[in-house]
Antibody, heavy 122, light 107 residues
């Protein structure tokens, strides 16, 4: 059974860097695309970006200047860094796996982590 | 960015009912459309991808249809655990975008 687990500080000060890790168990981190999605309290879902095991990255233009994603194949983990955070970055952050659809030659989300709440406050 | 608009934003129904939720894309996205269920305080759960294909383990009471710009999610024989918020998502092009959600409540 594939499981994803987010981890990282629950409180980050304004202007600092938010750093989260997603640990993957039950399957290799290779082959898939790995995504971060966030959800401000009481609001909808926002895709942050996607990163492949081979190093190909796509970020949401609204966050691109502040986002970096990476993969650590030795630990079967992938990570998110978001710089210069403000209160607007307060949200539950989810990691999600995207697998390849042979029929449509594209990637779609299948497994999600449970999410971790990050609050930006001094 | 492709805008995804769901209707209705909220919906009241009874146990045993059948309901349909609509999702419209601001431009054609072929069949690159997914649906997710989110119960309160929980992570989203993947239900459908490629507009109509069920994720592994999802019961066939859930069904999806559509292509291009107009899509639907139908849930038949509602049970208490089905009352949740449902989101559509396009993965035709970056940035991936989600609908605003449809909250399905018990009448």
């Amino acid at each position: 059974q594939v499981q994803l687990q987010e981890s990282g500080p629950g409180l980050v000060e304004p202007s600092e860097t938010l750093s989260l890790t997603c640990s993957v168990s039950g399957d290799s981190i290779n082959t898939y695309y790995w995504n971060w999605i966030r959800q401000p309290p009481g609001k909808g879902l926002e895709w942050i970006g996607s990163f492949s095991h081979s190093g190909s990255a796509n970020y949401n233009p609204s966050l691109m200047s502040r986002v970096t994603m990476s993969v650590d194949r030795s630990k079967n983990q992938f990570s998110l860094k978001l710089t210069s955070v403000s209160a607007a970055d307060t949200a539950v952050y989810y990691c999600a796996r995207a697998r390849f659809d042979d029929l449509w030659s594209t990637y779609y989300f299948d497994y999600w982590g449970r999410g971790t709440l990050v609050t930006v406050s001094s | 960015d492709i805008q995804m608009t769901q209707s209705p934003s909220s919906l009241s129904a009874s146990v045993g009912d059948r309901v349909t939720i609509t999702c419209r894309a601001s431009q054609a996205i072929s069949s690159y459309l997914a649906w997710f269920q989110q119960r309160p305080g929980k992570a989203p759960k993947s239900l459908i991808y490629a507009a109509s294909r069920l994720q592994s383990g999802v019961p066939p009471k859930f069904s999806g249809s559509g292509s291009g710009t107009d899509f639907t999610l139908t849930i038949r024989s509602l049970q208490p655990e089905d009352f949740a918020t449902y989101y559509c998502q396009q993965y035709n092009s970056y940035p991936y975008t989600f609908g605003q959600g449809t909250k399905l409540e018990i009448k």
